[in-house]
């Protein structure tokens, strides 16, 4: 049945040489290969027992064959339609992440299903043949929906071409070298070469369709010099230059593209470019993408002076404990700016009475501008709903939103301030705990803007070491921590930018790996057997200054945290974790890997200026309140 079909499939392959293809028809061209390759590991499948290890090895190659033909074709439908990929070649046998995140709609399971997720299955022992077969069936109707005239008629707009490329070369720096999506090493880099060379035809066959808008040379020249750098590397991806790929050929290269976004004035329809900023001119940008609004409430465009006025007034409230209940705990409290605004001296936060303490080590509030979801268990969606809810959170300030209201506006500095703002939001007639809490947002987001020396390097400002750059590619290979860490931001927001990825490591309750941790992370927020113990992936940035590490702080240095991966986390430990996302394999690292890593991870540390506190706080017309001290008491 299924080589019939192939047959018509082969009729509808078959088009006019001679006649200039357009990008739709070499589309259609890659799809329908695609497709004759599935149908033909469908077949294989059926024909296969499986009782020897030759059978597991044919039906192993022959998903290698089908992954080169989608690898073809990667650049337009990763961008076209990313749920349908994941059909193809999903990471995950469920995700819960939403590609459009939680912002729009609360996350749904979603089954994966295709190649990767075959290529694992075949690890598995018995295997039965009708799961596999079913993982590749899934992919090939989802295949089939890609000849949708709705999908492929996209192909017809220089528009979506730009675009995809943007994403194309995103995942150039990000994923396609690290092995995030193809579970057999060894393929990483033929896929690699094979992908780039067939863009290099979507490339060619784009100039000759829209010729007022074409791709310039540069960018051309620079593209080839890339396919021949990589044609030059090592097959083994433990070997390949990460570092000089991405500075040398693809952040350029993003550079260009951008410019011609900027230059053909490229508009977006399409939900994946939702964060991304087209006047970027690197990958290694801050201004790259947003995942958090930045000012709150005061999104109204205004005069930088204006914007410095209210983050003066947030920079005192930071440092106020007019916002918790007893006026002894203050935003600095427990985010203090010589600690990278964490609290570095304890394993975990102090609860209001000043005794307890909390059960999730307080992170830093750097760069939490390029997460999606706030908290560790992505708990809130914005950074104003994270802020309300501190103030009122019995463990934390304990306050009530209109009493800590009345207790700012009863100062004469706040509320002449606050009624001043009030011109920034015409909606709004009356001052509100939002626009407060947006001030003291407008001030800590500002600590979000800063490079680091990899940044500088990258921007080729300044000059990595030979260790650094060792450290990043053991980072991007070897060590597999960019499979979750992704470039830029080194978190778990990984191109397009639109969604927040969570792991499930197993990190234990004791260093003796005892008993796995007893907080279930993100299942407190969306309860499912994949999420029981699940984390939001949090930044590396700064990451040498912010120990104790993980969300219970159990491990005190960045020896114990390579240890942990290294053994291959909770379940390489000796725990039972059978959610765990996380490989269970040991990772040989040498020691001087594992000195190449820190001095790498060192670099990521960013340039944060220090933060002086204000001398004095506003005087309140309520004389009980004018005990207050600066930072609070503790």
């Not at 059909?87 to 609360?106: C, S």
Request: aromatic share 12%; charged share 20%; proline share 4%.
């Amino acid at each position: 049945m299924y080589l019939l079909f192939g047959f018509f499939v082969l009729l509808n392959m078959s088009f006019d040489k001679d006649r200039k293809n357009s990008s739709q028809e070499l589309y259609t061209h890659q799809i329908d290969s695609l497709l004759l390759s599935e149908l033909s590991l469908l077949d294989a499948i059926n024909n296969e027992d499986f009782r020897t290890g030759s059978s597991r090895d044919y039906i192993a190659s022959e998903i290698a064959k089908t992954r080169m033909e989608l690898k073809k074709i990667d650049f337009w439908i990763r961008y076209l339609e990313p749920s349908l990929y994941l059909k193809v070649n999903g990471a995950l046998p469920i995700e819960w992440e939403n590609e459009v995140f939680e912002k729009e709609e609360k996350p749904y399971r979603r089954v994966g299903a295709g190649l990767s997720l075959a290529e694992t299955y075949l690890d598995e022992e018995p295997i039965i043949k009708d799961s596999l077969f079913n993982l590749i069936y899934a992919a090939h109707e989802a295949t089939l929906a890609f000849h949708n005239d709705s999908i492929s008629n996209s192909l017809n707009s220089y528009h979506v071409f730009f675009l995809a490329n943007r994403l194309y070369l995103l995942n150039l720096a990000s994923i396609y070298t690290t092995g995030f999506e193809c579970p057999t090493n060894e393929n990483i880099i033929p896929e690699l070469e094979t992908m780039m060379l067939a863009t290099s035809d979507i490339y060619r066959v784009f100039d000759a369709s829209f010729e007022e808008r074409r791709i310039s040379t540069e960018y051309l020249n620079l593209y080839q010099q890339a396919i021949a750098f990589v044609q030059m590397q090592s097959k083994e991806p433990n070997e390949f230059n990460h570092f000089e790929f991405i500075k040398k050929y693809v952040n350029p290269l993003f550079a260009l593209n951008q410019k011609m976004i900027l230059q053909y004035k490229i508009i977006s329809k399409n939900v994946n470019d939702y964060t991304l900023n087209s006047e970027a001119n690197s990958i290694f940008d801050k201004t790259l993408f947003r995942a958090q609004q930045s000012r709150g409430v005061y999104v109204r465009k205004m005069e930088e002076t204006d914007l410095s006025e209210i983050k003066n007034i947030g920079k005192l409230l930071f440092f106020d404990p007019i916002l918790s209940e007893n006026l002894s705990r203050s935003c600095a409290s427990c985010h203090s700016p010589n600690k990278f605004y964490t609290d570095t001296s304890r394993i975990t936060g102090t609860e209001f009475d000043g005794i307890t303490t909390l059960s999730r080590n307080t992170p830093s509030l750097i760069n939490i501008l390029f997460q999606h979801l706030i908290m560790i268990d992505g708990k809130h969606t914005t950074l104003l709903e994270q802020g309300k809810s501190v103030i009122q959170n019995p463990l934390e300030m304990n306050s009530n939103l209109n009493e800590v209201l009345k207790k700012v506006m009863s100062c004469h500095i706040y509320h002449r301030a606050f009624k001043h703002f009030l011109k920034f939001t015409p909606n709004q007639k009356k001052v509100n705990i939002e626009q407060i809490v947006s001030a003291i947002l407008i001030f800590y987001s500002d600590f979000s803007t800063y490079d680091s020396e990899f940044d500088k390097s990258m921007n080729n400002v300044a000059e990595s070491t030979a260790s650094v750059i060792s450290g990043f590619n053991v980072f991007m290979s070897k060590a597999k921590c960019g499979t979750c860490h992704f470039v830029p931001q080194f978190n778990g927001v990984k191109p397009p930018f639109v969604n927040s990825e969570f792991e499930v490591i197993g990190v234990p309750e004791d260093t003796l790996y005892c008993n796995v941790s007893k907080d279930i992370g993100r299942a407190l927020v969306h309860p499912a057997d994949e999420t029981y113990n699940a984390f939001r992936t949090p930044t590396l940035r700064n990451s040498m200054q912010t120990k104790p590490y993980m969300h219970n702080g159990i491990f005190s240095s960045i020896n114990d945290i390579i240890d942990f991966y290294k053994g291959g986390g909770g379940n390489g430990h000796g725990l039972q974790i059978k959610n765990q996302t996380l490989s269970s394999d040991f990772l040989e690292l040498t020691k001087l890997e594992e000195q190449d890593l820190k001095l790498f991870l060192e670099s990521l540390n960013e340039s944060i200026p220090n933060t002086l506190s204000p001398k004095s706080l506003p005087a309140s017309t309520l004389k009980s309140l004018n005990i207050r001290k600066v930072g609070g008491i503790y």
